[in-house]
């Protein structure tokens, strides 16, 4: 016999009625997600609070309530806040190597700016490809 008891109710040990405001949020089959949730929050806040939230609301809500919790057990000093303040110094060290890599690009640009001859005026523009070696074949470096 499976029992058709939300896992609130069933951790309660009592019967789960139609209407039972848990139910669609904490199903039977997933016991210690209502765990986690209560044992930071307690039955009696979690079922004000879903009382209170729009119905289509609170799926949203049980699950930032579970998250919440989850970090909370693992960290009970800082909880999520300690991921996010984690996250926004990865991302400040992520904005500064940005930051030191757009300053190498502009440096390299400046130089390599200031290194290719402008052409005078009236002088016409000859277009030179691959690298100058100073011999008149490229290749006749391999055969000194």
Same mark, same amino acid.
């Given at each position: 016999m499976t029992s058709t008891r939300c896992a609130v109710c069933k951790y309660f040990r009592r019967r789960c009625p #139609?209407?039972?405001? @848990?139910? #669609?949020?904490?199903?039977n089959d997933n016991q210690q997600r209502f765990t986690c949730v209560h044992k930071i929050y307690g039955a009696s806040n979690l079922g004000k609070l879903l009382q209170d939230t729009p119905m289509q609301l609170r799926a949203v809500a049980v699950e930032s309530l579970y998250y919440e919790a989850k970090c909370r057990? !693992?960290? #009970?000093?800082?909880?999520?806040?300690?991921?996010?303040?984690?996250?926004?110094? !990865?991302?400040?060290?992520? !904005?500064?190597?940005?930051?030191r890599a757009r300053a190498e690009i502009a440096f390299l640009d400046a130089n390599v700016a200031v290194e290719e001859p402008t052409p005078n005026p009236g002088e016409p523009v000859v277009q030179q490809?691959?690298?100058? %070696?100073?011999?008149?074949?490229? %290749?006749? @470096?391999? @055969? %000194?």
């Open positions: #139609p209407d039972c405001i @848990f139910a #669609p949020h904490f199903l057990i !693992q960290d #009970p000093v800082y909880g999520c806040a300690g991921i996010i303040w984690s996250l926004h110094q !990865q991302i400040q060290i992520a !904005q500064s190597q940005l930051a490809s691959g690298v100058d %070696y100073g011999l008149d074949d490229p %290749y006749d @470096f391999w @055969f %000194y």
